[in-house]
């Protein structure tokens, strides 16, 4: 696993941002880069070179699943790796953030073991 890769966390949730930064640095990831909106998120996403997504669900005015469908849509990103995180564990949730193309899900709270699991999964364990 590339622990020196550009990680893009998303949320419009200053504390949570924060908090997913400190996991990250937990697992030793640390060219960790913020977005509070999947608006703001997109045109980083345009604009840099990131190896991974970790996105919040319940964002306005773009939501994580809105900026999951325009990353999946962009011929340069569309296979980026994307984990979704939400408070909601509703499996009409998990099956449309299938459906739009998600790597991974992530239901809060979680801890840095949980967040490691994902990012393996999605990364491969190399």
Same mark, same amino acid.
């Given at each position: 696993?590339?622990?020196?890769?550009?990680?893009?966390?998303?949320?419009?949730?200053?504390?949570?941002l924060?908090?997913?930064?400190?996991?990250?640095?937990?697992?030793?990831?640390?060219?960790?880069?913020?977005?509070?909106?999947?608006?703001?998120?997109?045109?980083?996403?345009?604009?840099?070179?990131?190896?991974?997504?970790?996105?919040?669900w319940?964002?306005?005015?773009?939501?994580?699943?809105?900026?999951?469908?325009?990353?999946?849509?962009?011929?340069?990103?569309?296979?980026? #790796? %994307?984990?979704?995180? =939400?408070?909601?564990? !509703?499996? $009409?949730? @998990?099956?449309?953030a299938?459906?739009?193309?998600?790597?991974?899900?992530?239901?809060? #709270? %979680?801890?840095?073991? =949980?967040?490691?699991? !994902?990012? $393996?999964? @999605?990364?491969?364990?190399?």
């Amino acid at each position: 696993m590339n622990h020196s890769m550009n990680v893009l966390i998303v949320d419009d949730y200053k504390t949570m941002l924060r908090i997913i930064r400190n996991l990250l640095k937990q697992i030793e990831f640390d060219n960790v880069d913020e977005a509070t909106d999947g608006t703001e998120a997109l045109s980083k996403l345009r604009a840099g070179s990131y190896g991974l997504v970790i996105s919040d669900w319940n964002m306005q005015p773009m939501t994580g699943l809105e900026l999951l469908q325009e990353v999946r849509k962009d011929a340069k990103l569309k296979t980026l #790796p %994307f984990i979704m995180i =939400t408070a909601e564990s !509703k499996a $009409e949730n @998990v099956v449309a953030a299938k459906q739009a193309g998600v790597s991974n899900y992530i239901v809060k #709270p %979680f801890n840095a073991e =949980t967040l490691k699991g !994902k990012i $393996e999964k @999605v990364l491969g364990n190399a």
